[in-house]
């Protein structure tokens, strides 16, 4: 099993529709959780970081389930330029060190 | 403000040459990273520092030779191209082992080998 995974998509989804995407990630001493965006052929970029209690930055909530081990991204009245791959990335093993999951391909269409 | 800056941005080389990717922060980082994204895998570690002195290997680190030569940079070493060497290579450096901050991104560099 891998470290994190994601639903690699991708989630064609028509503007101002919410989406949702899970990351499950199977070490649980994990300690700290955060979602990135990235565009084609771009470096990643912090979206949000991923609090126990759950936080939202605008039309972005993230949750954390420690019990079974996943963290969601809820994306609310989705628009075309959140058209993305959004990575989740959890300590995982070790805090010197982030692991990635592969992505999930969000396409937003008219 | 920099972030991460990594040099080359782009680099074509041929199979056997050495060549080395260049690394520098100015967030007074303690930890840096380097990976390689390739289509369909994601980012895979290459090789860390957690902190200035030290350096481990990541999933990914055949082929690869690193130097934290101070604070601020890493660099990776490519001794021998090859073509399975071919990707985009992303450095990344982070506040510190035991912190929960994330990590922050260079803008990569795209090396062709051939």
């Known amino acids: 099993r891998k470290e994190v995974e994601q639903d690699p998509g991708p989630f064609n989804v028509p503007e101002g529709a919410t989406v949702a995407f899970n990351c499950t990630y199977s070490?649980?001493?994990?300690?700290?959780f955060f979602w990135y965006r990235q565009d084609c052929r771009k470096e990643p970029k912090l979206l949000m970081s991923v609090y126990s209690s759950g936080n939202e930055d605008g039309r972005f909530t993230a949750q954390l389930n420690r019990a079974s081990q996943y963290i969601s991204l809820l994306i609310r009245d989705s628009k075309l330029s959140d058209s993305a791959t959004y990575l989740c990335?959890?300590?995982?093993?070790?805090?010197?060190?982030?692991?990635f999951g592969t992505g999930t391909r969000l396409q937003v269409t008219l | 403000n920099a972030g991460v800056t990594q040099t080359p941005k782009f680099q074509v080389l041929k199979t056997g040459q050495s060549m080395t990717l260049q690394c520098a922060q100015d967030m007074n980082h303690n930890s840096m990273y380097w990976y390689r994204q390739d289509p369909g895998m994601g980012l895979r570690l290459i090789y860390y520092?957690?902190?200035?002195?030290?350096?481990d290997k990541g999933e990914v680190p055949n082929g690869y030779n690193v130097s934290r030569l101070n604070k601020r940079e890493f660099s990776l070493r490519l001794e021998s191209a090859a073509p399975s060497q071919t990707s985009v290579y992303f450095c990344a450096s982070r506040q510190g082992p035991n912190s929960n901050q994330p990590q922050h991104f260079g803008d990569g560099t795209r090396l062709s080998i051939l």
């Open positions: 520092s957690a902190s200035e002195g030290t350096t």
């Open positions: 070490n649980s001493a994990s300690q700290s």
């Open positions: 990335a959890v300590t995982a093993g070790t805090a010197s060190k982030l692991t």
